[in-house]
């Protein structure tokens, strides 16, 4: 994995050993990588690595893995809390501190004065401009956004983000990188609020709300026809509990102070958030939960029969029309990036044809006639070619 101003990459050091920080360790390690872990407390550490441990085993288990091979992956990650020891020897930093810019922007600022000259940067930013990130850097040409999915040893999909300025061969590293880790990379040509995925999900989310206003639909109503009518895993409500209320309104805000265009906020996701109600990790969200087991919502055909998720199906497909219409990726990796990351059982677009796309663009005129311009349909949905 190497070009000629590119070292090749052995020694990956992640910052950050929270939800994303320790997978993606876990991950680089498995595929081979010399790994540091680095956290600003031991305590953090501890616990990340004990998170490791138990995934590894649970693998040894199922055998996925013998004790041996897990043994040797586990003895592969270092955790260590000294900045200067952490990024000694870096080829690639994988940075997964929290979504703050204020914060991003100090932790750069130490990384930089503190990592060798050779050393590659990645960011798992969700919603951050790749650009701006990078811009704060010594090597903004040498600088990507690597947007794993939560949980990373589980989510097979990773989006590749260059900056303005990032070098070519950074991205082909990015790719060949994720490859090697056992991911499907979809690339993300332009850094847009929202890359890919949440670009779709984050204002359906909101659209949901909406409907259940406008409609007087209950949620799982709304939920069952998403499910077995527009081919989603599960429902958007579901899958809003299921993500943390949390992640989804810091989304939310980000996404809408890059883009007005790209979201229209109901007030509920707000709620929710300043209410702690977080979805499944609190109890409640949109739904109430029993105890802290994942739980399922009793979603049904039937229920589903007496909901038209047209405008929900509308959203989805104008938002990701707009990713194609604007060359930020391709049809074919629209749907690649929906289906690992989504779950989507069924291309969004073969669901706008089987639904007609003229009636989709119906709802969004509609929608656009009463609640303004985030609803105008795109060119791509306006000239359907099937
Ligand atoms: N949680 C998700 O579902 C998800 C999914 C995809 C991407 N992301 C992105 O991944 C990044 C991390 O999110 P998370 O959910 O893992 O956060 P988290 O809060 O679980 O973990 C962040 C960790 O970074 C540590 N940290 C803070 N300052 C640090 C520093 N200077 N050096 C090293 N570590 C430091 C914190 O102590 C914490 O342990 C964010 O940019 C987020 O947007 C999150």
Redesign the pocket.
Known sequence: MSSPSFPSINKITV???????HGIAQVSAMAGYQVVL???EQS?LDKAMEKIRWSLNKMVEKQKLTQEKADEIFSRIKPVVDIKQALAGADLLIE????DMN?KKK?YA?VDSNSDQKTLYAS????LPITEMAALTSRPTRFIGL????PPQLMPLVEVIPGSKTDPAMVDMAMEFCRKVGKQPVLCKKDVAGFIVNRVFIPLVHEAAYCMDRDNASMTQIDSAVKFRLSFPMGIFELADYTGLD?IHKATVEMHSRDSKVIYPHPRIKQLFEEKNLGQKTGKGFYEYKGNKYERINLTEEQAATYDPTKLLAVAANNAAWLVTNGVCSREELEKALKLGMGLKKELFATVQEFGPQNVVKALRELAAKYGSFYEPDPYLVNWRG
Do not use: K, Q, Y
């Open positions: 910052l950050g050993s929270g939800v994303m920080g680095r956290d600003i953090f997964a501190v929290p979504e914060l932790v130490e798992n930013t969700s919603t947007h794993f999915f939560n992640v």
